[in-house]
Each structure stands twice: as structure tokens, then as C-alpha cells.
């Protein structure tokens, strides 16, 4: 049975909802800002005392009402209300998605070490050759290993929307290494460097951090060449328009699929001919020259590119 009074105190945060044909109430995301009541919330107490939620378009979720108000820092006196309407936390603990991931316990910032340090400054000149300078290091917290399992390494961080440790890369600056990368072995489900993305403006799907660096403006890594479930979903319901696809030609049938799959959600989509070159070799100024003469795709060019295939 609904618990109306919960309903009102729930309408009250969230705005008015509307129920659907399982029991739940549907309101507008205030995660995704989905166009849509996309976020559902289950007002009728379970056996086991919780409310489950969950967005359908950003898959953000929870178990209780007690931990969504939580997510949306609610005033006391909301809390204080919930308190006498269900049970909270104290009863019911929720699970709490825990980073998996942290940086290499060796791991020395570049902009912190001096000038004396003989392999910080291999690893600056290694950064220089690759069109990484001092800003660029400062902006993505690049840094390097002396010893351990990342030793004589440049280690390249990325984060969350929330500023939270999600991944790290890890490349070899030594001459002839044994090893050229050696990355952590955890999801790679995640929106790289997503704290430094604007999802009102253009986005650049490009293929490494190096790439990334590079492009300088709104540019997100793959970390490889297809696109996670995670990132898809966020390029699908955000209001970003215009996506550039910048992958090597070694990845033209995946960058055509994107394309083809971002097209049919009504996105323009420009899929960027980086020749011989990836973005990290061209240099922010010849690769900002090639994306402003690429033209949007239409299905006629799509076509055209996945028979030449």
C-alpha cells in the first residue's frame, strides 16, 4: 500500500511525481536532468522495510529514500520527517559503491619534485616529446614512480564528476622498456577525466589520455577504442549535440558503428579522418585545423564509408 504521506514529503524534494503501472512514482532526475521522469521511486515498503529507487537513464540508485535524500543533501528537517514515516539507516545499511582504485603508493606529482631529480627530469623531457608541458602536467596531476611495479613510469590519473579517483594510465619513459604500459586491472566502465568535461559544448571521443591532453578542449578518452556502457549512456541523455569521433583508421568499423548509433539518438556526429596520425602526434594546433573541415556525417556519407570498409 502507498504510503501517501511519504509521497508528499518525497514530492516535496524532488517535485510532483507520477505513478506508474508497477506501484512506483516517476519524477525528473535531478542527477541526469533526463527531459523525462526518468527516476523511480518505490513509496510501497518492502518486506525487507527498504525503498528501492533507480534512475532508467543514468542508472544512479539506491535501496532507501533515507539515502537518496543523503545524495541530495536535504535540510534536517526533511530527514527529521522521513525519520517518523520509515525506517532509515540505522536499520537498514545501504551499499556504498567504494573506489576499487588507488594510486601507486610510489606515485610522486611532477609539479612538486626539484629540478635536481635526475628521473623527474627523464620523465618531464619524456612529457616534452610527447607535446606535454607544464600546464598540462598541473591540469591532469601527471606524475611519475621511481621504484615499485610503476617504477621509471609516468602516471596519468582520471577522475569522476566528483573529483574521485576512477583510473590511472601508466607508460613507460625509459628508452627501450621491458614494459611500454602496464594499467590497473579494474573496470574501464567509467567516464575518464569527466571533472574537466562540459556537456553543453562539443565533445571529442578520442582514444588515449595522450590524445586527450593533446585536444586540449572537452576531450574524452576511450581508453581504448569502443565506447563503455557508461559513456554511451551519458553522450544518449545529455544535451551535448555535436560529437567528434577521433579514432585511428585501424578503428574505422568501430567509429562507424558509434557514429551510426549516435546518429539514430539524433546526435551530429563528425567523424574526424586522422590519416597516418593520432592526436598526440599532430599537436593540439594541426588536429584544431582538421576538426574545423570536418563536416557533419549524414546517413548518405555513413553508408558511403561502411561499404568502403
Not at 63 to 91: D, G
Request: proline letters at 4%; a positive charge.
Amino acid at each position: 500500500m502507498v504510503n501517501h504521506l511519504l509521497v508528499s514529503l518525497v514530492n516535496s524534494v524532488l517535485g510532483s511525481g507520477k505513478a506508474t503501472a508497477r506501484n512506483n512514482y516517476a519524477y525528473h532526475c535531478p542527477f541526469c536532468h533526463h527531459h523525462k521522469p526518468k527516476l523511480e521511486v518505490n513509496l510501497t515498503e518492502n518486506r525487507e522495510g527498504k525503498n528501492p529507487w533507480h534512475c532508467w537513464a543514468c542508472d544512479v540508485r539506491g535501496t532507501t529514500i533515507y539515502s537518496l535524500f543523503k545524495q541530495l543533501k536535504s535540510s534536517p528537517e526533511k530527514f527529521t520527517e522521513l525519520k517518523s514515516l520509515v525506517k532509515t539507516s540505522k536499520s537498514i545499511k545501504d551499499t556504498k559503491v567504494v573506489s576499487s582504485i588507488s594510486l601507486p603508493s610510489e606515485f610522486i606529482r611532477l609539479d612538486t619534485v626539484d629540478s635536481s631529480d635526475i628521473m623527474a627530469r627523464h620523465a618531464t623531457a619524456y612529457l616534452k616529446r610527447r607535446n606535454v608541458g607544464k600546464y598540462d602536467i598541473l591540469k591532469y596531476d601527471i606524475g611519475y614512480c621511481k621504484e615499485g611495479l610503476y617504477k621509471n613510469m609516468i602516471i596519468i590519473p582520471t577522475y569522476n564528476k566528483d573529483g574521485q579517483l576512477n583510473y590511472f594510465t601508466a607508460r613507460s619513459f625509459e628508452k627501450e622498456p621491458y614494459v611500454k604500459y602496464r594499467n590497473p586491472s579494474v573496470s574501464r566502465d567509467i567516464i575518464p577525466n569527466e571533472h574537466l568535461i562540459n556537456w553543453n559544448v562539443p565533445v571529442v571521443l578520442c582514444e588515449g589520455l595522450f590524445d586527450a591532453i593533446a585536444i586540449k578542449r572537452n576531450a574524452i578518452p576511450l581508453l581504448g577504442k569502443n565506447i563503455q556502457s557508461s559513456l554511451m549512456k551519458k553522450l544518449v541523455t545529455s544535451v551535448v549535440n555535436k560529437i567528434y569521433i577521433a579514432l585511428d583508421r585501424d578503428a574505422i568499423k568501430q567509429a562507424l558503428k558509434f557514429c551510426e548509433m549516435l546518429m539514430a539518438e539524433g546526435k551530429e556526429v563528425y567523424l574526424v579522418d586522422l590519416q597516418d596520425k593520432d592526436p598526440s602526434e599532430m599537436g593540439f594546433s594541426n588536429f584544431t585545423k582538421l576538426i574545423q573541415k570536418t563536416q557533419p556525417l549524414t546517413y548518405s556519407n555513413l553508408m558511403e564509408k561502411k561499404l568502403a570498409v
